[in-house]
């Protein structure tokens, strides 16, 4: 893949073209799976694509409640999801 870039998702290495969103890169490590627990125990998924929802927060590198469809994937970076 041209222009490819590596970070880890719940540890696991997932390679992605650059300019990928974090959001973008969950859906394909875990398909159909989102990265966040609402508090009741339901999977969610992003909704909205533009960070008002909040669906799609994460944890990257040790910072919780990023907004993973307003990040783009970088080389090295550690994406924890509520998985």
């Not at 890169?25 to 009741?40: D, T």
């Amino acid at each position: 893949m041209k222009d490819a870039i590596t970070l880890s998702i719940d540890g696991r290495p997932l390679s992605v073209r650059a300019g990928t969103t974090v959001a973008a890169a969950v859906e394909l490590a875990m398909p159909g799976r989102g990265g966040h627990v609402s508090p009741g125990g339901a999977r969610r998924q992003p909704l909205c694509g533009m960070g008002v929802c909040g669906e799609c927060r994460v944890t990257i590198d040790g910072e919780a409640h990023r907004l993973g469809c307003q990040t783009p994937c970088a080389a090295g970076m550690r994406v924890r999801t509520d998985a």
